[in-house]
């Protein structure tokens, strides 16, 4: 395969996942629905995943805690997947499926918001810390993939892609993820929200 054709293969898979994302419409305004609620009763967003989905946690608590677009205050987000002591010390001194839930259990609170990202749906850890937070009273969503995996049946809410290649899977929850952080800018601006 050539590299223009293997280049091109590849968008061409990226359309048609792209192409069936509208039917996940209903979904995300769900999902902003329930970041809205949680920032408004004084929750925090909390994301985490693993490896690639780890990235798109930091980045999305990114975009909150310092802006998309608009000029406003900083939204309350933090990724679990960026202080390297804790993401050591835990699975030194327990394991590694633990290492959100203990997290979970130590920082959230019933008004949050937890978003899992975990393309497969079987990520022990990820699937773990929704069940604590769920515990906790607070909300939880999945971005997942494939078939939702065991996360479909854990999180209130599942944004599963319909896609069987991880990077596909991904991009449209980063697209998703993008969406959010533009809606959320909006219902700030409008006044919906303080920030």
């Known amino acids: 395969m050539?590299?223009?054709?293997?280049?091109?293969a590849a968008l061409e898979r990226h359309r048609a996942t792209?192409?069936?994302l509208d039917q996940y419409q209903g979904e995300a305004e769900q999902l902003l629905e329930l970041t809205r609620q949680s920032l408004s009763k004084g929750g925090?967003?909390?994301f985490l995943g693993?490896?690639?989905s780890a990235a798109d946690a930091q980045h999305l608590a990114a975009e909150f805690m310092v802006r998309y677009k608009a000029e406003r205050g900083p939204l309350a987000s933090i990724a679990l997947t960026t202080d390297t002591s804790i993401l050591t010390a835990h699975p030194n001194d327990y394991e590694f499926e633990s290492v959100f839930e203990r997290?979970?259990?130590?920082?959230?609170k019933a008004e949050d918001l937890v978003i899992g990202l975990t393309t497969s749906g079987q990520s022990e850890n990820v699937?773990?810390?929704?069940a604590a937070a769920n515990e906790l009273g607070a909300s939880t969503v999945a971005l997942t993939g494939r078939d939702g995996g065991k996360v479909k049946d854990?999180?209130?809410?599942s944004i599963i892609i319909a896609c069987d290649e991880t990077a596909r899977i991904q991009e449209a929850h980063m697209f998703i993820g993008h969406w959010l952080c533009e809606a959320v800018?909006?219902?700030v601006v409008s006044g919906g929200l303080q920030a």
């Open 127 to 130: 699937n773990r810390a929704l």
């Open 18 to 20: 792209f192409a069936i």
């Open 44 to 46: 925090k967003v909390i």
């Open 2 to 8: 050539s590299q223009e054709s293997s280049f091109l």
């Open 185 to 187: 800018d909006q219902v």
């Open 50 to 52: 693993n490896g690639g």
């Open 103 to 108: 997290q979970v259990q130590g920082l959230g």
């Open 154 to 157: 854990i999180a209130k809410l």
